[in-house]
C-alpha cells in the first residue's frame, strides 16, 4: 500500500504551478518511503472544504498522516523537497 502525500495547490499561487510540474515530472525527493503524490487543488469546492477542515493556512503545502511536511524547492538539484519527518 502506497503512502500517500497530498500536496496543496491552487491556480492562483505562484510557486504552486513550478512545483507542481517538476512533481509531475519526477523531479521529487521524501522522506516517506514509496511515497505517493495526490494533488489537492484548493480552488475547487471539495479542495477548499478540504483545507478549512484541516486548518491549512497557505499552499503549496503538504501533508502526510495528519502531519504537515516542510515542502521546498532545491534550485541547486531541480528537485522538490518533502520532508515529513521530525
Do not use: H, W
Not at 1 to 30: F, L, W
Amino acid at each position: 500500500m502506497p503512502n500517500v502525500v497530498r500536496v496543496y495547490v491552487g491556480t492562483g499561487c505562484g510557486p504552486c504551478g513550478p512545483i507542481k510540474a517538476m512533481i509531475n515530472n519526477g523531479q521529487v525527493e521524501s522522506d516517506i518511503p514509496d511515497a505517493e503524490i495526490e494533488f489537492v487543488d484548493v480552488t475547487t469546492e471539495e479542495g477548499f472544504a478540504e483545507i478549512e477542515k484541516e486548518g491549512l493556512e497557505k499552499v503549496p503545502s503538504a501533508k502526510f498522516e495528519g502531519q504537515f511536511c516542510k515542502l521546498e524547492i532545491d534550485k541547486e538539484r531541480s528537485v522538490v523537497v518533502i520532508s515529513c519527518g521530525e
